[in-house]
């Protein structure tokens, strides 16, 4: 069954320094999303994207974040300077289309920043 | 604000019998709702889902009821085994809500646990 992947499993980084981390949404999917869940606390939304462009971003979606599909299969999350804040674990979704509505999520990326 | 509530953080249950996980939203634009479940260490897995035109829509041992005047769900899993134990979320589509184009508000969770 076609799934999500995302890389890195975890990953450490120094507060200040640019993290990307990787998904490949399922191949036939339009829409990808990008979801952090801070430890003990929801899955929230930060951003959509579909035909290479931000749909829709949440307010934790400031400047220091940024999103590419930079070859037809992998998309991306940038955080520019990392901020201890950030540590979470992020998850990469995929849909269809936006009528299916169902989202299909990776087994997502643990950030730690120190 | 939360738009999607999930009161129990925890249920026990034991195996061979019903499991019942409530979840309650506040907006009545919400016209799509989603069951996920997910272990340790890994993403969300999605279960079964139902749109606001029906009030239930089963799926194997997955039953979702929608009352829609109450704002509510419910997941009904019949019968639970020990594999069923883990954390439950439902969630909401916000598509056409406020212009938006549909990501997920989710609940907190429900942690399960089915004993054997």
């Known amino acids: 069954e076609p799934e999500v992947t995302q890389t890195p499993s975890h990953q450490v980084t120094q507060m200040g320094q640019e993290v990307i981390l990787r998904c490949v949404p399922i191949?036939?999917?339009?829409?990808f999303y990008w979801y952090r869940q801070i430890l003990g606390q929801k899955v929230e939304f930060l951003v959509s994207?579909?035909?290479?462009?931000?749909?829709?971003k949440s307010e934790i979606f400031d400047d220091q974040f940024s999103v590419e599909r930079p070859d037809g299969s992998n998309f991306t999350l940038k955080i520019r300077s990392t901020k201890l804040e950030d540590s979470a674990m992020y998850f990469c979704?995929?849909?269809?289309?936006?009528?299916?509505?169902?989202?299909?999520f990776g087994p997502g990326t643990r950030l730690t920043v120190l | 604000d939360q738009q999607v509530k999930q009161n129990s953080p925890s249920l026990s249950v034991q195996e061979g019998r019903i499991s019942i996980l409530n979840c309650d939203y506040t907006?009545?634009?919400?016209?799509?709702f989603l069951w996920y479940k997910k272990y340790p260490a890994e993403g969300p897995t999605f279960l079964i889902s139902?749109?606001?035109?029906?009030d239930k829509n089963e799926d194997g041992r997955f039953t979702v009821f929608l009352n829609k005047s109450a704002k509510h769900l419910s997941l009904h899993i019949v019968p639970s085994q020990p594999g069923d134990s883990a954390v439950y979320f439902c969630?909401?589509?916000?598509?056409?809500?406020?212009?938006?184009?549909?990501?997920?508000?989710f609940g907190k969770g429900t942690k399960l646990s089915v004993k054997p």
């Open positions: 979704a995929s849909s269809a289309s936006v009528l299916t509505d169902t989202q299909y």
């Open positions: 139902i749109s606001s035109i029906k």
């Open positions: 994207f579909y035909n290479n462009e931000i749909s829709e």
């Open positions: 191949s036939n999917h339009l829409y």
């Open positions: 907006n009545s634009m919400f016209d799509y």
């Open positions: 969630a909401a589509n916000t598509r056409g809500y406020g212009g938006s184009q549909g990501n997920l508000i």
